[in-house]
C-alpha cells in the first residue's frame, strides 16, 4: 500500500546545486494521493474545536482550503508581501539569503479564535514562524501546525516547538 511519501518526487540539485528539492506537485496531481494526505492531515484535530485555517504561500493554500472545506470553517492566506488587496498586518523573516515579509489581512482572524497553521514543507520554519507571529497579533489561538513534510535536518520543528507549537508532519525526508 502506498503512502504519502510515495507520491513526492524528489528533484536533485533544485533550486540550487546540493538540494534536494521535494516536489509535492506530483502528490497533488494523484487523487488518491491527494485524499490520503488531506485525510492524514486532518486526523490529529478530529473532534477538537478549530475556527479558521491559515494557509501559508503557496502550496499552503492549495492543503488549507481543502482541509478548511472538510472542516467546515474559513480560510485565511499568509501572502508575500503586496498580494493582498485589503489593509493588512507584516511580518519580517529571515530566508537562507536574505530577508522577506509576509501579510495577511488585518480583519481575517478575530480575537480568541482556533487557528490550525498549514503548509508543505517545514524547513528551517522562518515561514511558518512569520505566520504564527501574524494570527497571534491579531489574538488568534494556535491549535496546532500541520504540514506534510519535514525536513529535520533544517530545525523547523526545534524552533516551532520552542514557541510552544503542537507540530504535525505526515513524513520526514533527511538532508537539505
Known amino acids: 500500500m502506498k503512502k504519502v511519501e510515495d507520491y513526492i518526487r524528489t528533484i536533485v540539485d533544485f533550486p540550487h546545486e546540493g538540494i534536494m528539492f521535494r516536489d509535492v506537485t506530483t502528490l497533488f496531481?494523484?487523487?488518491r494521493g491527494f485524499r490520503m494526505a488531506?485525510?492524514?492531515?486532518?486526523?490529529?484535530?478530529?473532534?477538537?474545536?478549530?475556527?479558521?485555517?491559515?494557509?501559508?504561500?503557496?502550496r499552503g493554500f492549495i492543503l488549507g482550503?481543502?482541509?478548511?472545506?472538510?472542516?467546515?470553517?474559513?480560510?485565511?492566506?499568509?501572502?508575500?508581501?503586496g498580494k493582498?488587496?485589503?489593509?493588512?498586518?507584516?511580518?519580517?523573516?529571515k530566508l537562507e539569503y536574505g530577508e522577506a515579509?509576509?501579510?495577511?489581512?488585518?480583519?481575517?482572524?478575530?480575537?480568541?479564535?482556533?487557528?490550525?497553521?498549514?503548509?508543505?514543507?517545514?524547513?528551517?520554519?522562518?515561514?511558518?514562524?512569520?505566520?504564527?507571529?501574524?494570527?497571534?497579533r491579531?489574538?488568534?489561538?494556535?491549535?496546532?501546525?500541520?504540514?506534510?513534510?519535514?525536513l529535520p535536518d533544517l530545525g523547523g520543528r526545534k524552533k516551532l516547538e520552542a514557541m510552544g507549537m503542537d507540530v504535525h508532519a505526515l513524513c520526514a525526508f533527511d538532508g537539505l
Open 29 to 31: 496531481a494523484d487523487a
Open 84 to 93: 493582498l488587496p485589503g489593509t493588512t498586518i507584516s511580518q519580517e523573516y
Open 65 to 81: 482550503g481543502a482541509i478548511a472545506h472538510q472542516l467546515s470553517v474559513g480560510f485565511v492566506p499568509i501572502r508575500k508581501k
Open 101 to 136: 515579509i509576509v501579510e495577511i489581512h488585518d480583519d481575517a482572524i478575530q480575537a480568541g479564535e482556533k487557528v490550525l497553521v498549514v503548509d508543505d514543507l517545514l524547513a528551517t520554519g522562518g515561514t511558518a514562524e512569520a505566520g504564527i507571529k501574524l494570527i497571534e
Open 138 to 150: 491579531l489574538g488568534g489561538e494556535i491549535v496546532s501546525c500541520a504540514f506534510i513534510i519535514d
Open 38 to 58: 488531506i485525510d492524514q492531515m486532518l486526523h490529529p484535530y478530529a473532534g477538537l474545536e478549530i475556527d479558521k485555517v491559515v494557509g501559508l504561500e503557496a
